[in-house]
T-cell receptor
Framework: GENVEQHPSTLSVQEGDSAVIKCTYSDSASNYFPWYKQELGKGPQLIIDIRSNVGEKKDQRIAVTLNKTAKHFSLHITETQPEDSAVYFCAASKDTNAGKSTFGDGTTLTVKP | EPEVTQTPSHQVTQMGQEVILRCVPISNHLYFYWYRQILGQKVEFLVSFYNNEISEKSEIFDDQFSVERPDGSNFTLKIRSTKLEDSAMYFC????????????FGEGSRLTVL
């Protein structure tokens, strides 16, 4: 089955700096890669996703890159703000059944004011 | 904005007892899911449900677990005889279609088995 590894497990940055979280996956058939933000006591919320026919996608301060050959994808947050502090999860799935996602272990991001 | 709602937010039960966790998915969604998150660990897929039947399940989803859509709005997860290791946060999610990708998660039900 699919295995997703995520690094780092914790990340602390100063407000305004950039944050990068990296994930690798094992199943070359995976073609849908969402990123979720989970705030304390809440469920994961999709913040951005990318499909394997695209190398990069950007939405305001958030961008995701995908390297299919190397089987890794990354989340980039620029101009971080304290409200970006949360746990971020990457995931991988096949879009024929995108709901069955394999999640990474999560990264706890702390943005210090 | 429509959202997935889950009840109860927290349930404490004795080992061996049956537990039912309830979810109301977003009304025009067709695919429903249960995920589990043990404290401090990753979110794990349990089961997907479409057209009144299970479409896929993980190895975690053994005979102790069952899901049901008893009416047009609720989607339930039943654990028949709870074990200590069932203690976790259980998240319900829904999506419009299987291949659009975006899952909408509820806020979760925390289950504590004593």
């Amino acid at each position: 089955g699919e295995n997703v590894e995520q690094h780092p497990s914790t990340l602390s940055v100063q407000e305004g700096d950039s944050a990068v979280i990296k994930c690798t996956y094992s199943d070359s058939a995976s073609n849908y890669f969402p990123w979720y933000k989970q705030e304390l006591g809440k469920g994961p919320q999709l913040i951005i996703d990318i499909r394997s026919n695209v190398g990069e996608k950007k939405d305001q301060r958030i961008a995701v890159t995908l390297n299919k050959t190397a089987k890794h994808f990354s989340l980039h947050i620029t101009e971080t703000q304290p409200e970006d502090s949360a746990v971020y999860f990457c995931a991988a799935s096949k879009d024929t059944n995108a709901g069955k996602s394999t999640f990474g272990d999560g990264t706890t991001l702390t943005v210090k004011p | 904005e429509p959202e997935v709602t889950q009840t109860p937010s927290h349930q404490v039960t004795q080992m061996g007892q049956e537990v039912i966790l309830r979810c109301v998915p977003i009304s025009n969604h067709l695919y429903f899911y249960w995920y589990r998150q043990i404290l401090g660990q990753k979110v794990e897929f349990l089961v997907s449900f479409y057209n009144n039947e299970i479409s896929e399940k993980s190895e975690i989803f053994d005979d102790q677990f069952s899901v049901e859509r008893p009416d047009g709005s609720n989607f339930t997860l039943k654990i028949r005889s709870t074990k200590l290791e069932d203690s976790a946060m259980y998240f319900c999610a829904s999506s419009r279609a299987a291949n659009t990708g975006e899952l909408f998660f509820g806020e979760g039900s925390r289950l504590t088995v004593l």
